[in-house]
């Protein structure tokens, strides 16, 4: 909620002043073409799997009114008098700096639609030939090239943990393990990858002292995080040692203060099941 409210305020901040310098019909342009440019950039640097939100869209209308205000000629100029480019290019400064600490924000979404913005507002904000052409060219060359990127992004290094994830949500495990395995040998250091792949493997019900191994060591950079200590828990249920599996699924469920779902599940399952059958895997199965 604190989201979406901060991004329709800021929208009509900064929307209404793109459109007192540019109408109503450059202004959705504006916001679509720089949401596009900035969903193309999360894309290209596969931040995560999934990106929502209104903030590429803003950031881009932020930049061009920024533009605007700096090198705007006649209806440009006088709509965007008003407006301090100091502060403006502050608050940019700002938003792309806190990009770099807080995890949750989309940094490659912001800088991709603030690009197409400032962009845009080159060449809608002065009419020599030369400033309009490089700003077309430019968005096109931007647009162009994240596409490309976007289309390709193997090479990037959150590609096959968001892969592995997306596969096992979808049931498809060995798949799932298999797309782990790439990403931990690219990361060897990554506890969290570490963590992935040893859920992958109790889930597939297969090498799971492997997984022990895998789940202990993240567990050693991060002892007290619930989601390591539930694979543990499940990892060693699966392998039908009940006791020691509901043990740390109660420390997970305790330090999760009971409200992460899949934590409460693993913690039913384990307590109903027969020793040596989870999932329907059986004690042969899973040795």
Request: charged share 20%; aromatic share 6%; with cysteine.
């Amino acid at each position: 909620m604190l989201h979406l409210v901060l991004n329709v305020w800021s929208l009509w901040v900064v929307g209404e002043l793109a459109e007192a310098a540019w109408g109503h019909a450059r202004l959705a342009v504006l916001f679509l073409l720089s949401s596009v440019g900035g969903c193309l950039a999360s894309a290209a640097w596969v931040e995560a799997p999934m990106i929502v939100g209104a903030s590429a869209g803003i950031m881009g209308i932020a930049g061009a009114i920024l533009v605007g205000r700096l090198m705007g000629r006649g209806r440009v100029a006088t709509a965007l008098q008003p407006l301090s480019a100091r502060v403006l290019g502050g608050w940019l400064v700002v938003l792309v700096a806190l990009g770099f600490f807080i995890d949750m924000i989309a940094q490659a979404g912001h800088i991709g639609g603030l690009v197409v913005g400032l962009l845009l507002g080159l060449g809608w904000s002065r009419k020599e030939a030369s400033m309009v052409i490089a700003g077309r060219l430019g968005v096109g060359m931007v647009m162009t090239g994240l596409l490309l990127a976007a289309r390709q992004p193997e090479g990037r290094d959150g590609y096959y943990q968001f892969l592995g994830q997306g596969l096992l949500d979808r049931g498809q495990d060995a798949e799932a393990v298999a797309a782990f395995e790439i990403a931990l040998e690219r990361s060897p250091d990554d506890p969290g990858l570490a963590n992935d792949l040893a859920y992958g493997l109790a889930k597939a019900g297969t090498h799971l002292d492997r997984a022990e191994e895998l789940v202990r060591g993240a567990l050693g950079a991060k002892p007290e995080e619930p989601a390591f200590i539930d694979t543990l828990g499940w990892v060693l249920c699966r392998r039908g040692e009940r006791e020691a599996g509901m043990e740390a699924l109660e420390k997970a469920s305790r330090l999760s203060e009971g409200e992460d779902e899949e934590i409460e599940e693993h913690r039913a399952q384990c307590a109903d099941a027969s020793v040596g059958e989870l999932d329907g895997v059986s004690r042969e199965t899973v040795e």
